[in-house]
């Protein structure tokens, strides 16, 4: 993700990194070019114009069309940072009720924070594909635990699996009851629904149906736009394509950027960022010296 | 469903298959004809032209209603894909929380495992109108239940029974309380609301009057066009309403392709892989030698 | 509700039925009436035209207000289904949870089973304002009871305390424990949340000023267009008058017609085969001879 | 609120009471009275037309800002009422809930149920700045227990914490464990939520800057319109301005009344009715010869 | 953020506070002056105008992209303000169900009452960015507590925290059993999930791409606008750019200045105002005397 301040207005303007310029730059480019040849063939050769009547009358169909499809990838972004500002608060919220109820065993503790902490590297490393990462923490758990788990089918579901028998580990050692456990467990659960979501927005894209004859459309009203304009634009034909093709294919590409929010784009979310706060917020409880913080409530 | 990568644009351009041609070819056509007559009797029988005016007025309205009637249409993918996605989350939670408790019996878990993989093969045959199907796994359970289920009135509610038998069977040998067997069973309930909420979507189209009434404005719509653009168009009438049939009659497709998401076709959600991906998920689980996973936390 | 296959095309385009014809027809004849009127005093007695200006500039907002509105109605139908939804999967969770718990009492658990089953009656009744209605499975209920529910204050609630209380019984006679009985009693909890969802749509329509603004907006508009069109589109004028009201009136229309979605008409729900759909489902798991369904979990 | 029937189209058309006109008249005539002087400058004094391109270009984001505001309202409107209908749900699950516990007890029961039954038109006093209202069962309750709730900080929270310490005091009566308790304390809490959302609508308009930018553009383009009307529409300038300023003003109007729909205007919810609805439904529940409702289950 | 009464209409048009102008002036003023300079040129240099038609065309997309933008915003807002409503509810809920259980132990429910006041103050500094700060009830509590918690890694989780040691002490002082101090603690994780989803408003801007092509498509739209005016509009070609940029840079701030409305700004959420209001509602069930409330419920 890029950082900025949506309250400075010119900063940007000359930004390509991120701004989707490499990505559309060849389709407006053939749009314009075009637009030279038909002026050109207007002008020199024969007329070849027409009324801007039917532009005008498709034009709302695919502009909203357009627009729509772009709040729809908008609203799986942000859908995408629900579930992830979900883990954060599931991570919080698992670290701080079990500690009350842990704070006498920093062993057991301490393996459920780091374990707890790896959940989000797994679930990041998983949706980009990469190889399994389960964050700096994982130096500091039993290796032969953390390759197993690094082979797992599907490792996040292997790191949950584990957190859920550390919970069940503190049962049988008396901390609490059946009923905490599974309390405590309601928030690994959350975890693997949030997860789950995240594959969801990842593995479906919009309906190919959808997605295809938005683009045909626009095509044919980008590449047939230089006929309804040549006659009274002329040579002023070829900026007015531009723009148009600029504004339409830079809509459609910013719908196409953040549908899938989870991969290493400019437009993407900072997974790596979301993941280094659960640690840092998480290794603030660690105990530093094998125990648990002491608390005195003096009501 | 189709595969495809979003970023790839001039890739599908030339696809048939899901983009809707052979749905929409015949009004596209007729319409195109149509055009044709028109412009043949306007030049060389008599002048029928009207003013654009009225297609104006009347385009925002309907463009308006048209792309919000997909909208709708692709609510209803993305609920259905939810609900799928809300799916593979409980099995995978029910796997897991289970599997805590039921590690000393592998045949218990076991059993329990391969029920659950049978629901979501349950749940899509059932939705679309196939033979009961119970999935790779239910081969691996007694052929009496396996029969008594596919045999039942409601398949998927008959797995579900079966699933919650089993946690009832788990707590009467003792491996938990009558408490954490509600809390198992809460992932069943929500399994069957899933599905529910599947057959509420494939169940209730549009309401009959907003399809109807979208159709006949926009067959009024595009018939009528002809008569508007002949005029200054001439033969160049015939593609302009092309493009405007084309466009319209596919937006209209598109909601109607995608508003029951969970059928065969090219842009229906992809049942088989996801009924795959629990499968694969779960047998991960199963414990190989019959004995469940062995755990060794180590705090 | 009218049933339809969206995929059929130009298979409804003649139905009366279902497409508020009845219900629109004189509003747009008025219209055209007056069209008509405007178009001869325009071109015998004296010119009276207008420029479209106007109404290209307000077409925007009304056309907005109006598919918006449409589309409130539409998420009010939808909210409807989903809730009608809610009370199907809350029947079968409460069915087949209990049915682990009852399994050895047959009668109680065919009497929850059966009061179960007059609940989506009953709410049926109560939202359309019909006589109180328990379905067919009350005959099979003693009778004292039924009319005692039936004469209550608030029929379904009734049911619901019914329910209730067959609950208590369960727990009375030693079948589970008081946890048990709370969940349970959730499903009752959640059908009484349904209930009142649906009671809520059917109470309150769109707020006054609203559609009384859209209406006097449309009328407005409808009538002062002949005006702007005689000039260019003479005695087409008539025709183009109907093809917009005919449009306008229309989508208003549907909006009234799906705003409360529990009535008899033919875009109204189908609540009878809903209440069919769970009576049978529930029917399907009532003890025939008299023993609950005999279970054998070979695991 | 106004009663009405949506299916009655043409009933309506004469009303002023809730149908704005008085909110309205004084900005519409201004606008009107504005537009009587241009036309009669530029056609007596001088020539002072422009043509309407920009009020075309301008008038689609202008349409767009209005509306949406309009339906950002009807959202607060419709939140507002599914609040008030999950308190009504609330009271009826506590009553029902708590009937099968406390049947034992009626002194205990009817405290709680006429408690209950003041939570609903406390909320509305509060909503509505008036002086603490209790509502009619008040009368029927200890008046020193009434007199300090009427004179806490925060009416509708000492109501709902009065139903706690009765729920308390059942379960120190021995009618039922902690953990039904806390179960049935859930409906207070929800009811609290419920009021809590309410407030937040009450207490947040539209955010100021959304507010008067939109009104200030209306003005723009309202005030400038005859200018880009009156060479060609005349002395028509004058209804035609008015047509567009009763529409624009009109629905920004409704987008102010119904933000905030807990006041005792004509387009704001029926809390009185909504109350005495709770009211009636929770009276019958009153036992009424201090013995709660026999309840017999034949199985 | 600014009071007002949305019933006055003309009440604000003269505010410069919280109306964007100084933010937008500079803007405006660029496009102004740059039309200003494009008239000069047309008239006394050499023509230099286009037609309005691809304004037109390109007008729509851009409008829509603008208001849903700021629709999107405002969503923001409003989910934020929810945030603060739950906040508000929450600390409210476990004042009142702890009271019931921590009624003779005045000292440790003082000390939860004045921590659970702490938390809000401590979430807006947080938002803020400024230096923590714990609310006037703060210095009632152990000074080294609170100078701990002041010094945490992050100050409204060790607040929370806090709560969570004081719940635990309560069960360990016997006032109720595990399960209600689960249940009790589910408020302060409901409190974690809403400071969680503020934190996710506040870091989370759209997206960069979003942003940028709409400010671009912005200046070409508005720097262009004077061109396709000059030639019929002339000198009024001017302030007819001043309306339309005015507008739509209006409409692209007011998207700014409410997408994170957790600042100090004029158009933000008033958390001093909610944190006080909770305050107080909590004071009031402070024991003052150091008993809690008598209860005497006479049912």
Chains 1, 2, 3, 4, 5 share one sequence.
């Not at 998983?126 to 990462?133: I, W």
């Not at 758990?141 to 953390?146: G, H, S």
Request: proline share 6%; charged share 20%.
């Amino acid at each position: 993700m890029i950082d900025y301040d949506p309250h400075r207005w010119w900063t940007y303007f000359h930004y390509l990194r991120g701004s989707m310029i490499k990505e559309i730059v060849y389709r407006v480019m053939a749009c314009v070019l075009w637009s030279v040849g038909v002026v050109a063939v207007h002008l020199h050769v024969r007329p070849m114009d027409i009324q801007p009547t039917v532009h005008t009358l498709a034009g709302i169909s695919l502009s909203l069309l357009l627009v729509f499809r772009t709040n729809s990838s908008y609203d799986r972004f942000w859908e995408g940072r629900k579930l992830w500002g979900g883990i954060v608060n599931e991570t919080r919220n698992l670290a701080r009720a079990a500690g009350v109820f842990l704070r006498g065993d920093a062993a057991l503790y301490g393996a459920l924070l780091r374990w707890t902490t790896a959940f989000p590297y797994a679930s990041a490393a998983a949706l980009r594909g990469s190889s399994a990462d389960l964050g700096p923490r994982a130096a500091e758990l039993p290796p032969e635990q953390v390759a197993q788990v690094r082979g797992a089918q599907h490792v996040p579901l292997a790191v949950a699996r584990r957190m859920s028998e550390l919970l069940d580990e503190g049962r049988r050692r008396g901390y609490y009851a059946e009923y905490v456990q599974l309390q405590l467990d309601q928030n690994v659960q959350l975890l693997i629904d949030y997860l789950g979501g995240c594959e969801r927005i990842h593995k479906t894209p919009m309906p190919f149906a959808y997605m295809l004859h938005l683009r045909r459309a626009l095509v044919l009203y980008c590449f047939s736009l230089p006929l309804a304009l040549v006659d009274v634009f002329g040579w002023a034909t070829v900026p007015a394509t531009f723009v148009v093709a600029y504004l339409f294919f830079g809509i459609e590409e910013i719908g196409v950027e953040i549908e899938d929010p989870f991969g290493n784009d400019d437009n993407d979310l900072p997974l790596e960022r979301i993941c280094d706060t659960i640690q840092k917020n998480l290794t603030a409880l660690l105990p530093a010296d094998g125990s648990a913080p002491q608390v005195s409530p003096t009501p």
